[in-house]
């Protein structure tokens, strides 16, 4: 248990019915008149939600433990994808609802936080960027600008982005995890 005096930006808190929010953003606030309260930006930690909430100051709320391992991507098990702890080498099963996006750019022994709670996984992170080779691309032709400049590429992990025309089959590029954006080559 902690106070509303005790947040922080990233802890995690349980709220309605025990669902884990976590904190974005928080600010505590004394108007000249009437008591004090803190605002804050909470983000879903399943969902990714957000909503703002408003709490009486002093007032007490359950903070949840969230484990956050570094581990690799050993496999993929049949719909579901093996991460294996860095220190314990224990295997963790994550199934394909829980990793999202993020499967577009998972490369075999990559690199990947996993956030835990109660032995549950909560989501994955990758990290910011990731160096992947284009599988596939069509070669880029002079003077075809009606697409700005740019054009399909498939990745080795079978994603699709868009690249500039002067990429080839076989290269190796930089991508962001996030947005899946090119962001030049490795």
Do not use: C
């Amino acid at each position: 248990m902690a106070t509303t005096n005790d947040l922080k930006n990233g802890l995690v808190v349980k709220l309605d019915n025990g669902e884990l929010w976590s904190v974005v953003e928080f600010q505590h606030v004394k108007p000249g008149k009437g008591p004090a309260f803190v605002r804050t930006k909470l983000k879903h930690v399943k969902s990714g939600k957000i909503v703002d909430k408003t709490f009486n100051a002093g007032l007490k709320i359950e903070t949840a433990t969230v484990d956050k391992r570094d581990m690799q991507f050993s496999y993929k098990d049949g719909d579901d994808y093996v991460f294996m702890d860095n220190e314990t080498f224990e295997m963790l099963y994550v199934s394909p609802a829980v990793l999202g996006d993020a499967a577009k750019f998972l490369l075999d022994n990559g690199q990947a936080m996993l956030a835990l709670h109660e032995s549950e996984v909560l989501y994955v992170e990758l990290p910011v960027t990731v160096e992947i080779i284009v599988k596939h691309t069509d070669p880029g032709l002079q003077g075809d600008r009606s697409t700005g400049g740019t054009k399909p590429a498939t990745l080795e992990t079978d994603a699709e982005i868009k690249v500039p025309l002067f990429i080839t089959t076989g290269e190796k590029i930089k991508v962001d995890t996030r947005t899946g954006d090119y962001l030049g080559r490795a």
